[in-house]
């Protein structure tokens, strides 16, 4: 059996929160989270990855902050080392000690002091670690001095590490050596601890070395690693051990510059020594300049863990302290002291049940009555969970556990015991977060402060569960209006589980939403977003447009109704108007860059509490919120408020167009396409209501279409759509039938086209009934109006344009073939005024400005669309043919203009037949094609020159005609690929007679180098050949099958969405000749003359034709949002009842099911064995109380008398395992009411000092009780006020003048308890 001082070791590094000896108690623990925050920063973690420039400042950084230390005098001790060599008092070797160690004059005859013979220098240890044979994980550490400021260590882990604030501390402790769990346990132990590590990004302190319960949480993070994604994020785990008792540290000192630090982990060869822990983090290692003494991380561990508990995590504006737990597995006699620290200094304790020892100890009687923990019952379970140990316990440590676990128990509000199988705390993060939560309510939060502060928890921490089942109970009401500082923090924090919870307790949007909470939304936007980026370019340039102005423009709504009628297009209004100031003053102007939401100070409830007379400024505050969630590409948070909103079909068009704009400008691959996968999933929302609305009434969803929508800029459903390009959604065939309905105009769609074109050539036949009207009013025969509604039709007007058309292609033909005169003829002047009918027309399209959008966005608008382009282009052709040929001089070259143009005027009727649903995919095609021929014509074009160059060098000598080069290199090379071979390549067909000798007959080429009689070729014949050869092969084979491959691949691309893509640019010709006049060219000149005198004689602005953009009035539209609204419910539960029936999620549904099943068993068996286990303690218990009865009644009877009853053992009280859980606390608070006298006077330490007293348990207080080994220290407190000090000396006539059981002066001393005696001038108590 090992020494009780290694034991004693061994014990000392079972430290975790708060473990210190007795000396440096005065260091303290964790305050409360209730403290001021007023001195303390927020660090914020550096977004850019390490460069080498931050890692040469790192480099230099630690040895300018951070110390080691190393001992400077040699020493010799009487001890040896493990290998048998002489060591110093410090341990190290003489070897390993530096150079100046040996100092004889300095310290001579003097014993080793570490304050003297110790000095601090510059760490050489520190960067990245790596652990040889194992994962390649990357780790960090340093060696720090035991006095390092915490601060120092704190600046290092956030600033320079990149560690983000943490939102928890978790404080593991426990057993320092390895010790057996159960399996189950284990498994539920590992998974809670990484589980509350991850979700809410707490960071898990522990010893750092690969043994105990360190091991345990190194394995814990290891599987979680394992099993998890990249995405899910690192578990930091940071291990804090002593440098002079890790084994292999050598390497940590001795690292290549740049590489990391390769550790061999050796647990045979470690000894006395201890390995680092593969599975963690982060290591800091505490050096006080000895070899092989454990324990001396404590001080600084404790003093880190408070620095960073009093520290304030800052997110989504809500500002908490980091709240900090210690997590007891398993432990020894320092594992008790750690719980005891933690709990004076107000830190939650979780206890493992079940892990063995110390934790077992505690979580045994932790549901008793302070006064049924005696001193006979802990050394009963010392007695079962120590056995090994058990006889080194003396009766004072017997008496010091007693009383430390009375103090423990008795803050049961600090307590939380974790049992397996226990009902609500299967998992141990439950366990955890709900002791943090339970310790919370026991602090100074009362009412509605109490309830907030623990919603503030759960929000930081990001578990939406605690929420549901500690915070939202029937204990409090909670009213929509307190709710809202948290819903601001949840959408900042992009938390939707925490939305929809708060959505689900009365948070109403419209009275949430106000001016100044979309303001602290914006200014609070990550910086890392695009939207972000936009709004800072435009506040800038507003600022240099505002020159007067020192400062940078203040955030306001108006900016971001600028950047989103960007990315929303011109066609919708601005959606936050530049507000006028009634006050003089700018109601915008919340200085909101950093809201913080704490006790004290400017918090976001202060915010709400002066925001109490502000209406919602806006028409829909859903939409406001639904776009400032877009913006970020928060996909959860969009989904739950769009499934808020009214207008839903245009607000899920709308997000779809804003996330496509986006996209584009996006630079990171991955950002885009998630924001091209939403827009998409906002389509199909957007065609699953659509759907739904289409199949109730198909009327009432084509008004929706058309529908003027105030809250999005004025806009229709139809235009967001084409302005998104959502192709599915404008291809949905209500909405093709609706097009097809305005294509008809007031016609039936039944109508055949023969019918169309017979009553256009003789319109009398529209009088017989030859053609049906939708209208009853215009079903009469002989009404005028049958005439206009038919001619007004669009379909109609396109027909009357092919016609026009074909006739000016025609007569234009016809001039240019037959009836070109060198002064124009009749013909020619028709000519001319049909293409001014046509300008006129163009003009009118360039003009029309309905939406009000401004001459510059039409222009842009109207040469966006190819088909305008090219009409601009063939008019502008036209007019310099036209120039050329009314001059004599130029007539020809006029008239070879005027021929090009009309090949232009001739590809403009593929326009026209895009509206033909057989032509018009094949238009589409071809298009798409022309984008591969270009492509092919640059590869082409390389092996064209490359050979056409290299045969005219071969053949000719000096060609100095440029128009014969430029046919030898590129036109006979071009005719090559099609078989026209030159016929002198091969020198089969050489003649003199067809070529030039010297190059002066213009027609004809110079001839090939020949010999000296010129009759015979003389250029290498096989060259060129093989040169032919060659280019036939890559030009005819490779890159026309190539050719022919692009235009495959293109047209099975395009053949899939053809059907779409024409669907789509359909709407475009609809509704050109929906808003053309009825007239065709040259008699729509007359249309022209009536709108221009409607524009500038009469001032009657454009007016887009109600079939297309109507605005309905209120309560219609109120009617008609409701409607939309009940089926959007419809389309969603629709939804979650398609995603239960799906096989995946079904078979998902079944999984979970069967594991809660085996769960519930594997429960009810532990429960089942635990009650029977209980039992048959409290069984055995009650035997043995009985007998020892009956002994000392046998006892007392032979003493010849019943005897007193002083020393007559009671049975104790029998505790069934399935006591009322009412009854046992009523039992509690009835015992305990007696035991909160002297507990302050029986702390084990003296006020504000090191003093320790000896320590009392409740059953010792009473006088009466006999305590033979009670040996108080002397002590006397200095007391600053001498007046209230008592007198002291040997005699007691100092004393007579003190007045006991009264108010004597200024001291009261009178008890609690009564009337207490005074025996010879001293109370006796």
Not at 58 to 79: D, G, H, Q, R, T
Not at 352 to 374: F, H, K, M, N, Y
Not at 610 to 616: A, E, P
Not at 1155 to 1181: F, I, P, Y
Request: glycine share 6%; aromatic share 10%.
């Amino acid at each position: 059996m090992e020494s009780l001082d290694r034991r004693r070791t061994g014990s000392e590094q079972e430290e975790g929160f708060g473990v210190q000896s007795r000396r440096t108690t005065d260091l303290g623990m964790v305050s409360n989270l209730r403290r001021s925050n007023s001195s303390l920063c927020k660090s914020r973690r550096l977004l850019c990855p390490f460069s080498s420039e931050k890692q040469e400042n790192l480099s230099s950084w630690i040895p300018e902050n951070i110390k080691k230390k190393a001992c400077v005098y040699f020493v010799e001790s009487s001890k040896l080392s493990d290998a048998g060599k002489v060591v110093c008092a410090c341990g190290y070797t003489h070897e390993q000690h530096l150079e100046v160690a040996i100092k004889p004059h300095t310290f001579q005859g003097k014993e080793w002091d570490p304050k003297k013979h110790v000095h601090e220098m510059p760490t050489d240890a520190f960067g990245d670690i790596v652990f040889t044979g194992l994962s390649q994980k990357v780790g960090k550490y340093v060696r720090v001095s035991q006095d390092t400021p915490s601060s120092v260590i704190y600046q290092l882990m956030t600033q320079h590490w990149g560690l983000d604030v943490p939102n928890l501390l978790i404080s593991v402790t426990g057993g320092a050596k390895n010790f057996n769990m159960k399996l189950r346990l284990k498994s539920i132990f590992r998974r809670g601890l990484v589980k509350v590590a991850q979700t809410t990004g707490a960071w898990i302190i522990t010893g750092g070395s690969h043994t105990g319960v360190m091991k345990q949480v190194g394995e814990a993070v290891r599987d979680f690693s394992l099993s998890s994604s990249c995405k899910e994020g690192e578990v930091i785990t940071i291990g804090i051990a002593t440098w002079g008792t890790i084994h292999n540290r050598e390497g940590l000192t001795h690292r290549a510059e740049g590489l990391p630090a390769e550790y061999m982990l050796d647990e045979e060869g470690q000894g006395n020594l201890t390995c680092l822990d593969s599975n963690h983090s982060h290591f800091i290692l505490v050096d006080d300049g000895t070899h092989g003494q454990y324990g001396v991380e404590i001080p600084l561990r404790t003093k880190l863990e408070k620095y960073i508990s009093e520290q304030t995590k800052e997110r989504g504006g809500v500002a908490i302290k980091i709240p900090i737990v210690c997590v007891v597995l398993e432990g020894g006699p320092g594992t008790l002291h750690t719980i005891y620290n933690a709990i004076n200094n107000g830190t939650p304790c979780v206890i493992v049940e079940g892990s063995g020892r110390v934790a077992d100890v505690i979580a045994q009687v932790a549901a008793l009555p302070v006064s049924e923990i005696t001193i006979s019952l802990i050394q009963q379970k010392l007695s079962i969970f120590f056995q090994e140990m058990f006889e080194t316990f003396t009766e004072n440590q017997i008496v010091e556990w007693t009383k430390k676990i009375q103090d423990i128990v008795r803050r049961r509000q600090l307590l939380t015991i974790f049992r397996e199988g226990k009902d609500g705390q299967q998992d141990v993060d439950v366990a955890i977060l709900q002791a943090l939560l339970k310790a919370s309510r026991s602090q100074d939060h009362f009412g509605h402060e109490n309830w907030d502060h623990q919603l503030k928890l759960a929000v930081a921490w990001n578990r939406v569960d605690i929420a549901r089942s500690e915070i939202f109970t029937d204990e409090w009401q909670w009213k929509p209006a307190d709710l809202h500082p948290m819903m601001t923090a949840a959408l900042i924090s992009n938390k939707p589980e925490f939305v929809r919870l708060f959505l689900e307790n009365g948070v109403r949007l419209k009275e949430f939403v106000t001016w100044d909470t979309l303001l602290c939304l914006y200014e609070n936007l990550e910086p890392s977003c695009l939207f972000h980026s936009k709004l800072q370019k435009v506040l800038a340039e507003e600022h240099e447009r505002l020159t007067y102005t020192p400062t940078k423009p203040r955030l306001h709504m108006h900016h971001v109704a600028q950047v989103l009628r960007e990315l929303l297009g011109d066609s919708t209004q601005l959606l936050y108007p530049r507000p006028r100031y009634t006050d003089g003053r700018p109601r915008l102007s919340l200085p909101m860059p950093h809201i913080k939401l704490n006790v004290q100070g400017v918090s976001l409830r202060s915010l709400y509490k002066r925001s109490t007379g502000h209406v919602t400024f806006t028409i829909d505050p859903v939409r406001d919120l639904l776009i400032w969630a877009i913006i970020q590409n928060h996909r959860e948070l969009a989904g739950i408020i769009w499934a808020q909103s009214q207008d839903c079909i245009a607000a899920a068009l709308a997000c779809s167009k804003i996330l496509k704009e986006l996209s584009k400008e996006e630079e990171d691959t991955d950002s885009s396409e998630e924001m091209l996968a939403l827009a998409d999933e906002f389509e199909h929302r957007a065609i699953g209501v659509f759907t739904e609305c289409y199949r109730k009434d198909e009327e009432r969803a084509q008004k929706l279409l058309v529908r003027v929508s105030e809250a999005w800029g004025k806009t229709t459903c139809l235009q967001l759509a084409l302005e998104a390009k959502d192709m599915k959604f404008v291809s949905h065939g209500g909405i093709q039938a609706f097009l097809t309905k305005v294509w008809w105009g007031q016609l039936c769609v039944d109508n055949g086209l023969w019918r169309i074109i017979l009553c256009m050539l003789a319109f009398p036949l529209l009088f017989t009934g030859l053609i049906s009207f939708r209208e009853k009013r215009l079903q009469a025969l002989c009404r005028p109006a049958r005439v206009r509604a038919f001619f007004n039709a669009p379909v109609v007007i396109f027909h009357l344009n092919i016609i026009s058309y074909f006739a000016f292609l025609c007569l234009f033909a016809y001039v240019l073939m037959v009836d070109f005169q060198p002064s124009p003829s009749w013909c020619e002047c028709l000519i001319y005024l049909w293409l001014f009918s046509l300008v006129c027309e163009e003009t009118r399209q360039l003009f029309y400005d309905p939406d009000g959008c401004g001459l510059m966005k039409m222009a842009s608008l109207y040469f966006s669309d190819f088909w305008n382009k090219l009409d601009v282009g063939a008019i502008l052709l036209f007019i310099v043919g036209l120039t050329c040929r009314l001059i004599p001089a130029t007539l020809y070259p006029g008239r070879i203009i005027l021929s090009l143009d009309f090949i232009m005027f001739c590809l403009r009727l593929m326009h026209i037949f895009t509206i033909s649903k057989t032509l018009g995919p094949k238009i589409i095609i071809v298009k798409r094609m022309m984008k591969d021929v270009f492509f092919f014509l640059f590869l082409l074009a390389v092996w064209v020159v490359s050979f056409g160059v290299a045969k005219q060098a071969i053949l000719i000598h000096n060609e100095s005609r440029v128009d014969w080069i430029f046919r030898g290199v590129v036109y006979h090379s071009y005719l090559t690929i099609f078989g026209q071979i030159p016929t002198y390549i091969d020198g089969v067909n050489f003649s003199m007679d067809q070529c030039s000798p010297n190059g002066t007959d213009p027609y004809k080429p110079k001839c090939p180098e020949s010999d000296w009689t010129g009759q015979a070729p003389a250029f290498p014949e096989w060259l060129t050949v093989t040169l032919l050869c060659l280019y036939l092969l890559f030009a005819n084979i490779l890159l026309l099958n190539l050719l022919i491959a692009m235009f495959n691949y293109t047209f099975q691309e395009v053949q899939e969405h053809t059907d779409q893509i024409w669907k789509f640019q359909r709407h475009d010709l609809i509704e050109e000749y929906h808003g053309r006049p009825p007239a065709p060219p040259p008699f729509i000149l007359l249309s022209h003359l009536q709108l221009l005198i409607k524009r500038i004689v009469l001032k009657i602005p454009a007016k887009r034709h109600k079939q297309l953009k109507n605005k309905l009035e209120k309560n219609e539209e109120a009617a008609l949002l409701s409607w939309e609204l009940y089926l959007k419910e419809n389309y969603l539960q629709n939804q979650q009842y398609q995603h239960k029936q799906r096989p995946e999620q079904k078979i998902q549904d079944i999984s979970e099911k069967v594991d809660t099943m085996v769960d519930l068993l594997d429960m009810d068996r532990v429960k089942r064995s635990g009650s029977t286990e209980q039992r048959l303690a409290s069984l055995e218990e009650q035997v043995t109380q009985m007998t020892r009865a009956l002994h000392w009644i046998v006892t007392t009877l032979k003493d010849s008398g019943f005897g007193s009853g002083a020393g007559a053992l009671t049975l104790a009280p029998q505790r069934a395992f399935d006591e009322p859980d009412a009854e046992l606390s009523i039992r509690k608070k009835v015992e305990e009411q007696g035991d909160g006298y002297h507990i302050s006077a029986r702390h084990l330490l003296y006020p504000n000092a090191r003093i320790m007293r000896f320590p009392v348990p409740n059953e010792k207080v009473p006088w009466e009780a006999e305590f033979l080994i009670y040996d108080p220290p002397f002590y006397t407190a200095e007391k600053k006020d001498v007046t209230l000090t008592d007198p002291a000396g040997d005699t007691a006539e100092p004393l007579s003048k003190i007045s006991y059981n009264v108010v004597d002066g200024p001291t009261d001393r009178r008890s609690f308890h009564g009337v207490y005696v005074v025996q010879s001038g001293f109370p006796f108590v």
